[in-house]
């Protein structure tokens, strides 16, 4: 069906999908890198002024900025890791064979279908450092209770908590279906040569599973590197910026403080850091084949 | 087929007896189940049942700890009351509206797009695709300052459009789709074209009423990207009158007090939409969110 002569019938079965990716998603990229080297001017209703890397420097230079990266830093090399081992684990445990672990599973899965809004006012009532349904069973149990969001030392690691309660379950998704796939001759063979379910894991499933569970720890840090919405209800970045990841902080500047050059300067770090991750992923997958 | 067998293998060799280490082992495996069942159930067993309690015995029950926690024993619809009384229902019947707009249209402007790519060749076709693909890998987030002053801009903020619109392209849909209609047998395309078919009449009345997985997988994507959104509607529709479900669950959190049980009454609301459309299509959500990353 190679059409030989020119037709326009390609174009228009494309051209809505087109346009729209153009303007709502194209340009604003390229929009964002160039805000970033402008300035606004001090006239109202003047142009903005071409400051080159003046932003970048101004950015570079300030200590919460830095201090945003560093808890991004922590929180990814924490939270990515831990999700992806974590959700494999809830993979090959809801694929055991046993009575009922179909009921077990859809329960697993529950938590995909809760928005991470819902999730994150839920778990916030819960973790309430006075009236909170954790400290109340910590209380009971004889367990010291926790101050959670309302110290420094721990609001990080509870939004950690918070978020992963819908992130396990969610990447354990993608792990189910690809353990289901794994053709039973590998296995049987592996077993009749004496494996134990150690070497079972380590040697055949996790060798199997690499280019997925590659993906899924990419997708999972560019997911979250972009996190906004518990921040937002829980702590909007405190207490004393230690939950302040760079996207709230890139929020709290543009669209509190108005300052969208330094807003759209961060937003063109992170956007460069993605580009790096996802660069780091290809070389990883072409090494194997 | 499956690797489930791998269990099975392992503890059927001896058949017929009872083995008390495998008792215990299988014992083992259904207390991991039960308590990691427990650890997901734990939010969602509170949330309905504070949901249908008063006020102060929410705080009550939560500390100290009291199995009443889980148990709604003194049932009321207080909070269902108040939060219908703020208008949720309109927020519930707004967003689902919205969300069925962005399926319908969306749905269509993403398939025709995969069908272009599937169907035909031409010049340009190379360069397209690597654009979808592209825009697939920028998280919408990172673009938003100039998405935001773009609406702001043609005086879009606090209109229903501002709330569409921007969701009707999804490169990921794109994508999937085209990769579902190469599997498309060609006679049956061919046949039709042979009848003096359009091409249009071809997507609509030929691909399209076989497509029944990939129209499902991509109506609950869309849909789940409207009902979840937060952040966007936040930016641009904030007014009362436009108020989607995820927004007006935080209207229980107010200054000096918040509501739990009007912020939990809520917040379930907003889930059981989602749960309900998830569970019969379990399946068709899982292989269109996995089919995609294999390619």
């Known amino acids: 069906m190679k059409t030989q002569k020119f037709s326009p019938t390609p174009y228009l079965f494309l051209a809505p999908a087109i346009i729209l990716l153009f303007i709502f998603n194209l340009f604003p990229a390229v929009a964002t890198f160039q805000q970033s080297l402008f300035a606004e001017s001090a006239r109202r209703g003047a142009d903005p002024i071409f400051v080159r890397f003046e932003n970048f420097m101004r950015i570079f230079q300030d200590p919460v900025f830095w201090k945003s990266a560093k808890v991004t830093l922590l929180f990814s090399l924490i939270t990515n890791p831990m999700q992806t081992v974590l959700a494999l684990g809830l993979a090959l445990i809801a694929t055991q064979k046993v009575k009922g672990i179909g009921i077990f599973r859809s329960i697993y899965l529950l938590p995909v279908a809760v928005s991470i809004n819902v999730a994150v006012v839920v778990w916030g009532l819960m973790v309430d450092t006075n009236a909170g349904l954790i400290n109340g069973m910590l209380n009971q149990i004889g367990l010291p209770e926790q101050a959670f969001l309302t110290s420094p030392d721990q609001a990080l690691y509870t939004i950690i908590m918070i978020i992963s309660w819908k992130g396990i379950p969610y990447w354990a998704l993608f792990f189910i279906a690809a353990v289901q796939g794994i053709p039973v001759s590998a296995i049987e063979a592996a077993l009749i040569d004496g494996a134990n379910k150690w070497q079972l894991l380590t040697r055949i499933i996790i060798p199997i599973l690499r280019p997925i569970i590659l993906f899924v720890l990419v997708a999972d840090t560019i997911i979250n590197f972009t996190l906004f919405v518990p921040i937002q209800l829980l702590t909007q970045g405190g207490p004393q910026l230690s939950s302040n990841l760079v996207m709230y902080e890139t929020y709290r500047r543009g669209f509190i403080y108005g300052d969208l050059g330094s807003s759209s300067v961060m937003l063109t770090i992170m956007f460069i850091v993605i580009l790096i991750v996802i660069g780091i992923q290809n070389l990883l997958l072409r090494e194997r084949n | ?295």
């Open chain 2, 1 to 295: 087929m499956t690797s489930n067998e791998l269990f099975k293998i392992n503890t059927s060799n001896k058949k017929g007896r009872i083995n008390p280490k495998k008792l215990l082992y299988s014992g083992a495996k259904y207390i991991v189940l039960v308590l990691i069942a427990i650890l997901v159930l734990l939010p969602l067993l509170w949330g309905i049942a504070a949901s249908f309690t008063p006020l102060e015995k929410t705080y009550e029950y939560a500390y100290p700890f009291s199995w009443k926690a889980f148990i709604p024993v003194d049932f009321t619809l207080d909070a269902y009351e108040a939060i219908f009384e703020r208008g949720f229902g309109n927020s519930l019947l707004n967003t689902f509206l919205l969300g069925i707009i962005t399926v319908v249209i969306g749905g269509l402007i993403c398939t025709s797009a995969g069908f272009a790519f599937s169907r035909f060749d031409f010049p340009g076709k190379k360069l397209l695709f690597f654009i979808v693909l592209l825009t697939f890998t920028i998280p919408g987030d990172l673009t938003v300052i100039p998405r935001f002053i773009m609406i702001k801009d043609w005086g879009w903020i606090n209109t229903w459009q501002a709330l569409v619109v921007p969701l009707l392209a999804n490169s990921f849909i794109i994508f999937m789709s085209s990769q579902f209609f190469k599997e498309f047998p060609q006679e049956l395309v061919d046949a039709a074209r042979v009848d003096g078919a359009s091409w249009l009449r071809v997507y609509f009345s030929v691909v399209l009423p076989v497509s029944k997985p990939l129209l499902i997988s991509l109506g609950l994507i869309l849909f789940l990207s409207q009902w979840d959104s937060y952040f966007w509607p936040l930016l641009v529709a904030p007014d009362q009158q436009f108020r989607v479900v995820q927004l007006a669950i935080t209207e229980s959190v107010q200054e000096y007090q918040t509501f739990w049980n009007e912020l939990l009454a809520g917040s379930m609301l907003a889930a059981i939409i989602p749960i309900l459309l998830l569970i019969p299509f379990q399946k068709y959500f899982i292989n269109a969110v996995v089919g995609g990353v294999k390619e």
